[in-house]
């Protein structure tokens, strides 16, 4: 569950800000990332109603700015399986909206150990810059607790870069929901799981 939390939160620090670095989703994966990452910062630092945990705010900032970046469909899916296939497109869409919203509501707390001393570091990259999937390395440090390694899985589009998955100390958001959902589905199907998720952190 704590891993969890800090996935989340790293994944709404993707966040960027209006006017701040640009960020070209056609460079290269550490740039892609880091411009991002410090957009993201500058951001959740000034807005208060974010780091409160306002879910009105926190929607707000991730449609209108996180979505851009993130393949959160291919997230879904991947974290539904193979019964991924068995949903009709409603069904599929339903489930995207749910899952999202059950990550923003049982997560949203975390934004509040963002503060002003907070910095994004990437690592050395290590793959393929060529590839079409590639992992991005980069280290989370706040004033109040030691620094957390958080892992981007990338995808390349004909956009660009989208992140699809986050790892948080060796735990990968897609596989820590995995079971999660297929026990889930197993028991009361897809309509079920989606019903599950919109309870969730009500």
């Known amino acids: 569950m704590a891993a969890a939390l800090l996935a989340i939160s790293a994944l709404v620090l993707s966040v960027p800000a209006m006017a701040q670095n640009k960020v070209?989703?056609?460079?290269?994966?550490?740039?892609f990332v880091q411009a991002v990452a410090d957009n993201a910062l500058e951001e959740v630092k000034k807005n208060k109603s974010v780091q409160s945990g306002d879910l009105s705010s926190i929607n707000q900032v991730i449609d209108e700015f996180v979505l851009p970046y993130v393949n959160f469909e291919k997230t879904t899916r991947l974290a539904a399986g193979r019964h991924w296939r068995q949903a009709t497109p409603?069904?599929?869409?339903?489930?995207?909206?749910?899952?999202?919203?059950?990550?923003?509501?049982?997560?949203?707390?975390?934004?509040?150990?963002?503060?002003?001393?907070?910095?994004?570091?990437?690592?050395?990259?290590?793959?393929?810059?060529?590839?079409?999937?590639?992992?991005?390395?980069?280290?989370?440090?706040?004033?109040?607790?030691?620094?957390?390694?958080?892992?981007?899985?990338?995808?390349?589009?004909?956009?660009?870069?989208?992140?699809?998955?986050?790892?948080?100390?060796?735990?990968?958001?897609?596989?820590n929901y995995r079971n999660q959902f297929a026990q889930q589905i197993s028991q009361n199907g897809i309509d079920g799981l989606i019903a599950a998720l919109n309870r969730s952190g009500k």
């Open 24 to 31: 070209d989703p056609q460079a290269a994966p550490n740039d």
């Open 90 to 175: 409603q069904q599929k869409q339903d489930l995207v909206q749910a899952f999202k919203g059950t990550l923003i509501r049982t997560y949203s707390g975390a934004l509040s150990n963002v503060d002003q001393q907070s910095t994004i570091k990437m690592m050395p990259f290590r793959g393929d810059a060529s590839a079409d999937d590639v992992v991005v390395r980069s280290a989370l440090t706040q004033s109040n607790g030691p620094a957390v390694n958080v892992d981007y899985r990338l995808e390349k589009t004909p956009q660009g870069w989208k992140i699809y998955d986050l790892n948080v100390e060796n735990i990968w958001l897609i596989q």
